[in-house]
């Protein structure tokens, strides 16, 4: 008993470690390619273009892969954070219902929180520590001192996931708040926390969110500990007060609300929306008494589906699996559904406006366009961001969200049950994909148009292309979705898709890369969606438009065979 | 009996129609385990067939395969004349599905969920506003129509669950412990309205772990252990068959219960060709009591204590399918 007393939050955070270690190969994989990713996309691929004009010295560091080195440490582990913090938690008080496991074995509530808080921890510092240990390998550190480095990105990790973890264990269900979270707070503070470049790039009102950014201060103290950035004494006390304090303030208040659900009390958790929900159901009651009882119609019109070739697997009725998405979209919170398009805006403003004080533009022929004119950085990057975002929508729609369904919801498993077959489930489930696609596409196009990046008639015809390319994607996520098993295996997914977006040419020309490089990603499917883009967003067409359009013809072609063949595997488990 | 007629001969033919399902040696086998050995039933139209087996047996796995949403490794089956496999979507507009698990649509309100799982069967809405009304009040859930499923309780996700399986009006009912989780009233509100079902000549097919359902239910059943068939009949002919007519349970405390079992049987066989008809079949040892199989029961209890045994409690009832149960799988039912 006094054992348990003194030891309790080990026994958490071993249990935390435990579950880890179910997917430790992609932790090990992701803590030693990640930072090999960012050195060779970022480091090398924008440091070409960036280091020919701006020097870092003044900052203390030899080159752009040094200067970034330390922060992007700061932000991977912040990135983790966010997740460790919000789905294992929820996990804990909802789904698998664990913490009350581990109140019931005489563990306070406290030592829970703290034994997550610890395990947690400890992923960082393996993270960290091999991290640190590829940047020297390559190069990118020199002083001995960086090792300190560690110690503020996990710091910075803690500051930005208990806050995080705190209004998370609030919550008694969870409705989509990790991906709300993910794009309203942890993007932005990412996004604008100076990781790619001196936060005084930015214009002054958007600097003011990394002032408020753990990730910033985590970046400063990193640098100035890797490679002593020069900065006055008052400046590295206000990081280390303000990433300390939002620690202490933030574990106060997990604490509380940990007491407060796992303690006497038991209290259930807020349930975010109820009012909300309750005032719609009010609504809809009112209109039914309004409209009296429904009439029955005498004898039951037949159930119908097709016959003939293919009945098996498709019986003609994509509508009710579209429908069926579409209430669920009306029936969700709103602010979800709209977030969808804020990423690329986000991304956009970021490095349009802070990478394009390092350069002076593009040059045309760097983009692949005839001509001597340079481009300015935004309009570069603009039409890459809308085929990222294509890519990363689809895919997610259609790998994390069909097995999710398959898996935790059984939605297909109720499907299945009626006269659907699988086709038109699939099909249903792709045709929603492309629709909410279309809609993300219709705002980021938007903004583009305010900001004068593209034209009306190249808009236009982008937006048909971006629905292009998320077929395309869509198409193989499905046939890949197929032969998953586990839920561990969708995180190799993320491991296929950064990559992807890194070595994409989206941030920078593919032409900084030696040419066997330039081969590898003119092989992958991002890179022709991106290509596409920027053909039709500069209105500059040539033979390779076509081979970038039989490639995504071949990928539709490909990935929808295949899903097709895998159809049963997939559906009739 | 087992069925074994080929399926050629059973094939739909001009006169009869094709019966409500035909399996015949069904085989599932998941990896190296065999969850379903070479099952053979037949079930006719209108008829309310039982599935009783212990966990693990291979209810479930049947079920699914003749609901079209599991694959079979071999044997064959058809529904309503058509195979599952190969014309899943037609077989399946004609079931009624209840799963073991809800899978209620969580996003869904109570009143959606109805509709929306008519609209996969390609039915009309204008149909299905109306339908969904009756349906909301058979589950009685005509308060919650707009709330959302995830407050509902369990046992009204349950209700739910049955009021959905209907909204095709199907042929073929197929329910998977049905009234699992339901108070007692509602569990009679349900056996009721299936009992009506069954009278408008819909087929049900249940697996249960209720004995009383099963008794109630099913016009006929088969035992499934290890995913085989292990006997077929009414509720009343397997008791006739396979127990005796009355039950002595007596209690002795914890350990001595199988020390007592052999004394008891001993003075049972013995003493049987004397004094009185006891009609002794044999001695159960469970946990916490022994059962004394016999054909009268109480002249077996006068004569446990004639020759001196107290036991703690002592009770005398009809047999029922439980033991048939007991006596089949060696395992009793309630887990
Ligand atoms: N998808 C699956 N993969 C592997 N094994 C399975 C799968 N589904 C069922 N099984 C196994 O098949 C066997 C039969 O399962 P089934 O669900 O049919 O049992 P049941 O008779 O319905 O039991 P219960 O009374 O507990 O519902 C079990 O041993 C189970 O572990
Ligand atoms: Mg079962």
Redesign the interface.
């Known amino acids: 008993m006094t054992r348990t007393r003194r030891w309790g939050a080990f026994y958490q955070a071993e249990a935390t470690l435990r579950s880890m270690r179910a997917y430790g190969g992609v932790i090990l994989f992701a803590s030693t390619f990640q930072p090999i990713m960012y050195i060779l996309a970022m480091g090398l691929g924008l440091g070409v273009l960036v280091g020919a004009e701006t020097d870092f010295s003044e900052y203390g560091a030899d080159t752009y892969l040094m200067y970034i080195a330390p922060a992007i440490l700061a932000s991977t582990v912040a990135m983790t954070a966010g997740i460790e913090f919000t789905f294992p938690v929820m996990e804990g008080f909802k789904w698998r219902r664990k913490y009350y496991g581990a109140q019931a074995s005489a563990l306070t509530p406290q030592q829970i929180a703290l034994g997550h808080i610890l395990g947690v921890s400890c992923r960082f510092g393996v993270h960290a520590l091999i991290f640190t240990a590829v940047l020297f390998a390559f190069g990118a550190l020199s002083s001995p001192t960086a090792v300190l480095m560690m110690l503020s990105a996990i710091l910075g990790g803690l500051a930005i996931g208990l806050p995080i973890m705190a209004y998370i264990s609030t919550l008694r ?1 969870e409705k989509g708040h990790a991906a709300i979270i993910q794009r309203f707070v942890i993007m932005p503070l990412f996004l604008f926390s100076g990781t790619f470049y001196p936060l005084t790039n930015l214009p002054q009102f958007l600097q003011i969110i990394g002032w408020i950014s753990p990730i910033w201060h985590a970046n400063e103290l990193g640098r100035v500990l890797a490679f002593g950035q020069p900065t006055p004494l008052w400046l590295v006390v206000v990081h280390i007060g303000y990433l300390v304090g939002v620690v202490v303030v933030a574990w106060l208040a997990v604490r509380r609300v940990f007491i407060r659900r796992l303690g006497y009390d038991e209290w259930r958790g807020r349930i975010p929306g109820l009012k909300a ?1 309750q005032r ?2 009010a609504r ?2 009112s209109r ?1 008494s309004a409209a009296g ?5 005498e004898g ?2 037949p ?5 003939g070739v293919g ?2 697997y498709y ?3 994509i509508r ?2 579209f ?2 998405g579409l ?2 979209i009306r ?2 919170r709103g602010i979800i559904f709209i977030s969808g398009f804020l990423e690329p805006v986000l991304f956009l403003t970021s490095f349009g406006l802070g990478v394009s004080p390092m350069i002076s533009g593009i040059q045309a022929e760097q983009a692949g366009m005839a001509g001597q004119d340079t481009i300015s950085y935004a309009a570069f990057i603009a039409p890459a961001l809308l085929a990222v975002s294509a890519m990363n929508g689809a895919v997610f729609d259609s790998t994390w969200n069909v097995f999710f369904k398959l898996k935790i ?3 297909y ?9 699988p086709v038109d489930v699939a099909v249903g489930e792709i045709c929603l994909a492309l629709f909410r696609g279309a809609i993300y596409a219709l705002g980021f196009l938007g903004v583009l148009m305010v900001a004068g990046l593209v034209t009306p008639l190249s808009a236009a015809l982008m937006w048909i292309t971006a629905l292009f390319i998320a077929l395309g994607f869509a198409c193989i996520g499905m046939a890949a979705t197929s032969f998953m098993k586990r839920f561990q295996q969708m995180d190799w997914m993320m491991m296929v898709l950064i990559p992807m977006f890194l070595f994409s040419a989206t941030l920078f020309p593919i032409d900084v890369y030696p040419v066997g490089v330039q081969w590898v990603i003119q092989a992958l499917p991002l890179w022709h969606g991106v290509e596409l883009m920027r053909d039709i967003a500069f209105w500059s067409f040539s033979g390779l438009t076509l081979v970038h359009i039989s490639y995504f013809l071949v990928m539709v072609a490909v990935g929808g065979a295949l899903a097709a063949y895998r159809m ?1 595997a997939l559906f ?2 | 009996m087992p069925i074994s007629t080929a399926l050629s001969s059973s094939a739909p033919s001009d006169t009869a129609p094709a019966p409500a399902i035909h399996a015949v040696d069904l085989v599932k086998k998941y990896g190296d385990f065999t969850a379903v050995d070479g099952i053979t039933f037949q079930v006719t139209r209108g008829e309310s067939f039982g599935l009783l087996g212990p966990n693990g047996a291979g209810k479930s796995t049947t079920m699914r395969m003749i609901a079209a949403v599991a694959s079979r490794t071999s044997g064959q089956m058809l529904v309503a004349g058509l195979d599952p496999e190969q014309q899943g979507p037609e077989v399946r507009a004609r079931l009624g599905v209840i799963p073991q698990q809800d899978n209620l649509d969580e996003e869904l309100t109570v009143r959606e969920n109805i509709i929306m799982y008519g609209r996969y069967f390609g039915l009309p809405r204008r149909y299905l506003l109306a339908k969904a009304d009756e349906l909301l009040s058979f589950a009685q859930l005509e308060h919650k129509a707009n709330s959302r499923v995830e407050d509902l309780s369990g046992g009204m996700k349950r209700r739910l669950t049955i009021a959905r399986a209907l909204v095709n009006e199907p042929e073929v009912l197929l329910l998977d412990e049905p009234t699992t989780g339901l108070d007692p009233q509602a569990r009679h509100v349900l056996w009721d309205r299936l009992f009506r079902l069954k009278e408008s000549g819909t087929t049900l097919v249940l697996t249960t772990h209720h004995m009383d359902e099963a008794e109630q239910l099913c016009d006929r059943l088969v035992v499934v252990d290890h995913g085989a068939i292990m006997a077929e009949g009414s509720p009343a002919g397997l008791i006739r068959e396979h127990s005796t007519r009355e039950v002595l349970e007596l209690r002795f405390g914890m350990d001595r219960n199988t020390e007592q079992a052999k004394i008891l049987e001993d003075l049972l066989t013995n003493t049987d060709a004397g004094s009185g008809d006891v009609g002794f079949s044999h001695v159960e040892v469970l946990p916490d009591r022994l059962l004394v199989y016999a054909e009268y029961a109480e002249s077996a209890m006068e004569k446990i204590h004639a020759a001196g045994h107290k036991p703690i409690t002592s009770l005398v009832r009809r047999s029922s399918l439980e033991d048939v149960f007991l006596r089949l799988t060696g395992r009793s039912l309630i887990d």
């Open positions: 269900d929900d719609r159901q809809q009651d039914e009882s429904h009439q029955r119609s039951v019109p159930v119908s589906f097709r016959h009945a098996n019986s003609g009725n009710a699996v429908m069926r209430s669920a029936n969700n919801t059984k939605l498993q109720t499907m299945m049950q009626t006269s659907l077959g049963k009739l488990r």
